[in-house]
């Protein structure tokens, strides 16, 4: 029964650890892809707007 648990536990953390790889690699994947755009267009970044005073500025790598 032991091994059985262990097993289980083992398992889970196995697929909990795929899921949080796959999450990373999609969120890699989506700056390379939007660091290649700019890039192609030879932009300098990406400007977002500010919900609260409506300005635009450059958006930081981690938004």
Not at 3 to 19: R, S
Not at 32 to 57: F, H, S
Request: hydrophobic content about 40%; glycine content about 8%.
């Amino acid at each position: 029964m032991p091994q059985l648990i262990l097993i289980a536990i083992v398992g889970a953390v196995a697929w909990f650890g795929y899921k949080r790889f796959l999450a990373e690699a999609d969120r890699v994947n989506a700056r390379v892809r939007e660091a290649e755009r700019e890039r192609k267009t030879g932009a300098q970044g990406t400007l977002i707007e500010d919900p609260e005073t409506g300005e635009y500025r450059i958006r930081k790598p981690d938004e």
